[in-house]
């Protein structure tokens, strides 16, 4: 059986409509001041959710996104209260926007891919298609030219680190496997977790130049501890502890195949 990500690379694309004027990007507001950014646009399979957390003090966004359209130019609200940027990793779905936002951090395994990140880091050279788009951005898209924009990190993170929101505060957990900065971000007062692409709801992607399995397992059998109410991730609809524990579990027992999204 072929797996997703053998499907979208042996196929061509079919015809790709042309941009129009509606909006780039769509949200979806969750409890807690916690509002999913997402670029309905792109296929299911690359589609990176971003994650605006409202705090007292200032907010966080979790990942930006591809890159392709303005994130502020359509939500200038992004720039009315100081934000930080963070990136649970430095694949290119989930930094195209980080060079909008003066305050950026990731994990500092991965500093240098943010601050030059070139196609074959960021796994653009890879899995940046025009099979991605069911609608093209305006100006189109030429995989030969994209490019991630370069935005040095402000701030490098480490396990156990403290994101301080003023009325909310997220752990730093290093969750390498996937990639070797990857992280997650711990609310232990709500039991919230934003997971990037440490786990998620579709085929776990554990085969990129950088990706250890033996570090995955590792991440997967310290995240099942973690007494999750929620986890937000970053590919595929959120849910609970009970489909943690599935997912953890189908992995660790090899069940899942290696395959999409672009990570």
């Not at 979208?8 to 509606?22: F, M, N, Q, T």
């Not at 969750?30 to 957390?53: K, L, Q």
């Not at 500092?108 to 298609?129: F, N």
Request: net charge negative; aromatic share 10%.
């Amino acid at each position: 059986m072929r797996t997703a990500i053998e499907h979208h690379e042996s196929e061509p694309p079919g015809p790709v409509r042309v941009a129009d004027e509606r909006p780039w990007y769509a949200t979806a507001a969750h409890a807690d001041g916690i509002t999913h950014i997402f670029e309905p646009s792109i296929d299911v399979f690359y589609r990176c959710n971003m994650w605006h957390v409202r705090g007292r003090d200032r907010s966080l966004l979790v990942d930006s996104g591809l890159g392709v359209v303005s994130l502020v130019g359509q939500f200038p609200w992004l720039r009315e209260s100081p934000l930080l940027a963070i990136a649970s990793h430095t694949h290119f779905d989930h930094i195209g926007n980080h060079h909008e936002f003066t305050e950026r951090a990731c994990h500092a395994s991965e500093a240098d891919i943010l601050a030059a990140p070139t196609p074959a880091a960021t796994l653009a050279t890879r899995y940046a298609k025009l099979a991605m788009f069911e609608r093209l951005p305006p100006g189109g898209f030429d995989e030969s030219t994209y490019r991630v924009r370069a935005a040095p990190a402000t701030q490098l993170l480490e396990a156990g680190d403290v994101i301080d929101l003023g009325d909310r505060h997220f752990t730093v957990w290093h969750v390498p496997g996937h990639s070797p900065g990857s992280i997650a971000l711990w609310e232990a007062a709500s039991g919230t977790l934003f997971a990037g692409d440490a786990v998620y709801d579709g085929p776990l992607v554990d085969d990129a130049y950088h990706s250890n399995t033996e570090d995955y397992v590792v991440t997967m059998h310290r995240l099942r501890e973690l007494p999750v109410q929620v986890v937000h991730a970053g590919h595929y609809p959120s849910f609970g502890r009970s489909r943690l524990h599935e997912l953890i579990d189908d992995y660790l027992h090899g069940r899942r195949s290696p395959g999409c999204p672009a990570g």
